[in-house]
């Protein structure tokens, strides 16, 4: 049997083919009456493939597949080979007696590390139906009523014969949840060290235990969106999953596929939408995996200045290939296909754009052109985007670049990459240099608060307080705060609160919003016990309100990728450290004001201008008493009066 057309091969070969995981892996069938498994996997160097596996006895001679005409690709069907069932691939190289064992590419649930075998299985629907099933009898009965709907299936509606998702609600709204002029609150997060249960040999929580808990928080906290760091099977746990061997897989440290899929679900049916973090741009050098995958560089480059990364020392897909265009693009439509991601956040594209990335004179080799560009890439990147909109219009796809690449979250027909939306590195970088400054220098360092309204709406943005910046001796946000503990907890309220007035989507790192002092560590729960302590529950209480105010006021976000909904007050008062600026919606009527002191010096008869008369009140203020400050400004109503300020500008001290 064969589950391959002529059409599927084609397409696959030709670079067209974006529903791969429909047709290639192991697929548990019925054919000719009897039940086993179907083996596909694209092996074109190879001169002998076969399955090996615990039903076996890991036996290379005995379950030997074939190849199927020129494509490439070799299968199989074996009866009695059932869900359950570990295996690999023993490939047989063309080249220099290679022999190896690999897991399948296309396998949707892995053994878990340091274990390395695939695992025969499919994403069929758990049944919730125990109650049903106890009492059917009295259902059935002849004594009991029977009122019967005779119906086509497949003329009636379009069945998800897998799992039996229950957010139906979200999936049709989703559009007004993702789309430019909603709110994006992104709480961005490690699966494994989120939460842990010491008690249990610190064990991390299982998708399921998630489901509820973190479902839970993101609602207290008021945001949108959840981010995954890659939840891809990866077999080292401290690669955080950037060191991927199964782009198919949910790492099965947390459970199966369907429990992943039932996480997934819960946040939907709670209202928030799940976005994954996916890595296309390299892979790692593990035997069992990916890398010289036939006794050939099948998926990645051969020359090492094309295809290996010397700084992640791992391999670096060769995108020119069609087939593993077919791959990618197919492994990127999978993610939001049979697990409902909302948006995919695309890891390290600079290091895709580029050649000479991470590279010295003499270690790169330029395109066909002369130039650094990395054509396959970009055009890769193009093709990419344009399928995943293609099939969901209603998700994000978000580019982790950190160059001046133009055009990045513009649309291909104007020469741009394709995604909707960008990471503000550049901003990252400078807001938090200029937070680290002591408040009695950062007068000279005005500029780096006020730099990205120069480009701000040349991309779509998010602004991240990422997971990056809080790892290897960069120390925690708030560690990187000035002053004592008290000035420390300021500061990090007016670098929250100034993010959430600039115009962008948000995202932040979990910990971050309680002010967690260590840095993030991967085999460790957060410190929630800090909670216990004011300032850290008053900081989380500031993040959750910023949240809920971003939320309910539409010129907070509605144009955030519009320079309409942005003006300066004033942006030169570097002497005091202060910023004012306004924020608008598309109706005229809805307009903020913000103020940001970036001093511990109170500014009193600090005149502001307004684009407008009438009474103005404070809704928000960083230094309440409920979030840990001062409360030296009580919530105040003041009027605006039409008198020009002594100095000529829109705003500053009184003289």
Known sequence: MSLLTDNDLYLF???????????????????AGTSGTYFAVWAPNAEQVSVIGDFNGWDKRRHRLSPKGQSGIWEGFFPGVGKGTLFKYHIVSRFNGYRVDKADPFSIFNETPPKTASIVWDLDYHWGDREWMASRRQ??????PMATYEMHVGSWRVWDLDYHWGDHEWMASRRQHNALDKPMATYEMHVGSWRRVLAEGNRS??????????????????????????????????????????????????????????????????????????????FPTDEHGLAFFDGSHLYEHADAR???????????????????????ISNAIFWLDRYHADGLRVDAVASMLYLDYARKEGEW????????????????????????????SDVQTIAEESTAWPMVSRPNYVGGLGFGLKWDMGWMHDTLEYMSKDPLFRRYHHNKLTFRMIYAFHENFVL???????????????????????????????????????????????????????????????????LDYPLHAGLQ?????????????????????DPAGFEWIDCNDADSSVLSLIRKAKSSSAIMLVLCN??????????????????????????????????????????????????????????
């Open 464 to 530: 991240p307080l990422s997971h990056d910046e809080v790892v290897y001796g960069k120390s925690s946000l708030i560690g990187k705060m000035p002053g004592d503990e008290w000035q420390k907890f300021a500061n990090l309220r007016a670098l929250f609160g100034y993010m959430y007035a600039q115009p962008a989507k948000k995202l932040l790192f979990m910990g971050g919003e309680f002010g967690q002092w260590r840095e993030w560590v991967h085999d460790s729960s957060l410190d929630w016990d800090l």
């Open 365 to 392: 080799i330029p395109n066909r052109y002369g130039g650094r560009e990395n054509i396959e890439a970009i055009n890769f990147l193009r093709r990419m985007n344009e399928e995943v909109y293609k099939y969901r």
């Open 205 to 282: 929580l299982s998708y399921r235990e998630l489901a509820t808990q973190l479902a839970d928080y993101l609602q207290q906290m008021g945001y949108t969106h959840v981010e995954f760091l890659p939840v891809m099977d990866h077999p080292f746990f401290g690669s955080w999953g950037y060191q991927i061997t199964g782009y198919f897989a949910p790492s099965g440290n947390y459970g199966t596929p369907q429990d992943f899929m039932h996480l997934i679900d819960s946040l939907h049916q709670r209202g928030i939408g799940v976005i994954l973090d996916w890595v296309p741009s390299h």
């Open 541 to 561: 209480r500031w993040v959750e309100d910023l949240n809920r105010l971003y939320r309910s006021e539409p010129a907070l976000h509605e144009l955030d990728c």
């Open 13 to 31: 070969n030709e670079g067209s083919h974006f529903r791969l995981y429909d047709k290639l892996g192991a697929r548990v069938v019925t054919h």
């Open 139 to 144: 259902h059935n009965a002849l004594d009991k």
């Open 598 to 655: 970036f001093t511990p010096v109170p500014r009193y008869s600090y005149r502001v201008g307004t684009p407008r008369g009438g009474q103005w009140q404070e809704i928000l203020n960083s230094d309440a008493a409920r979030y840990g400050g001062s409360n030296m400004a009580a919530t105040w109503v003041t009027s605006a009066e039409r008198k020009p300020h002594p100095s000529g500008c829109m705003a500053g001290p009184i003289p």
């Open 306 to 328: 094309q295809g290996y990364h010397p700084e992640w020392k791992s391999y670096i897909f060769n995108y020119g290939r069609t087939e593993v265009q077919s791959f990618l």
